[in-house]
């Protein structure tokens, strides 16, 4: 039976229809990225928030002469206060880790779409500037109004006598009434600095693991538990160039919303006063802690939630 060869144009109509139900498939939808993201960051933040508030005590209280083993604050505040007291002001940021975390990768997967060559790749240089946009977004959006609360309600919490706050809605109240809303976004620059810094460098640096490992198992076949390591192990490198890459951003935001509240220079002062140089990467060893599992888990859950959604197999 004869067969009828193809032409140049029907070939390349063929070529080109397949390269886009492959980009197709790649785009995820707005609605999907929003709600896996928000699944993603409401996980890993109740996972990992003991190492936050570790953290945050350690840049606060870094004149002290505090301790910088996250394990070693976290069962200092145990035993005084009890188990309970390592989780102050986790609801708050649970509510705006499952918020930003849901912004960012709305924002990053929409900037992904435009930004995609054909086959919806990136470039790293692309992934990285996709990953910046979405962090300035997020700051704005959600996270410097929910990191304001939760970093004051930690200061509060050191002195429990004197405690002003009894609760995340307590505190924002409390200080909108006193200073006015403009307060609730106190240290704006310093955390869409950190924000955009974070996200440039997780996302980016996530995104060219994640092609690299691609190239090199391509046409292999693996099982799920394989992927699902492959991906937990990529978000967790990601997240350990993401600490020491951005950490003086995150100490100056730290320092400028504690319960005093301080502009960005003050923090910038306050830091080099207390500690000099160094100081500006206070609380790294907690924030690795945090980080390296936060990387794992919330890549790992938002790739399986919009798998799940879209009936893409990772």
């Known amino acids: 039976m004869a067969t009828v060869a193809q032409t140049p144009t029907a070939t390349a109509a063929v070529a080109e229809k397949t390269t886009q139900q492959k980009k197709a498939k790649k785009a995820i939808s707005p609605g999907i ?28 209280h870094r004149a002290t002469g505090g301790s910088r083993n996250p394990f070693a604050v976290i069962a200092q505040v145990a035993r005084q206060d009890g188990v309970g007291a390592i989780y102050t002001g986790c609801s708050t940021l649970i509510i705006g880790t499952a918020f930003k975390a849901g912004v960012r990768f ?24 996709a990953g910046m946009a979405a962090g300035c977004v997020e700051s704005v959006v959600a996270v410097t109004p929910t990191e304001r609360i939760k970093t004051a309600l930690i200061d509060d919490a050191r002195s429990p006598g004197a405690k002003r706050y009894n609760g995340g809605m307590h505190a924002l109240r409390t200080i909108i009434a006193e ?12 955390t869409t600095m950190k924000q955009a ?3 440039a460098v997780r996302m980016g640096s996530y995104n060219i693991l994640k092609e690299v490992v691609a190239d090199k198992r ?10 699902q390591i492959i991906t937990f192990a990529t978000g967790a490198a990601a997240g350990t160039v993401t600490v020491y890459a951005t950490q ?29 140089v160094k ?36």
Not at 285 to 297: A, E, F, K, Q, W
């Open 33 to 60: 990225s929003l709600l896996s993201g928000g699944v993603a960051g409401a996980v890993e933040a109740t996972a990992t928030y003991p190492f936050e508030f570790a953290k945050t005590r350690a840049q606060l």
């Open 106 to 129: 709305l924002s990053f997967d929409s900037i992904r779409n435009l930004l995609a060559d054909q086959n919806g790749k990136l470039s790293p240089a692309r992934g990285i500037l």
């Open 179 to 190: 200073r006015g809303i403009k307060e609730v976004y106190r240290g704006l620059a310093s």
């Open 197 to 199: 810094a974070t996200s």
């Open 218 to 227: 391509k046409g292999k076949t693996t099982s799920a538990t394989t992927d």
């Open 248 to 276: 003086p951003f995150d100490t100056i935001k730290t320092r400028a919303q504690g319960a005093q509240g301080q502009s960005t220079m003050e923090a910038v002062s306050s830091v080099w006063r207390d500690s000099g």
């Open 279 to 314: 100081g500006f990467w206070s609380g790294s060893t907690m924030r690795l802690g945090r980080l390296v599992l936060s990387g794992g888990i919330v890549f790992s859950v938002y790739e399986n939630v919009a798998a799940l959604l879209t009936g893409n197999k990772q």
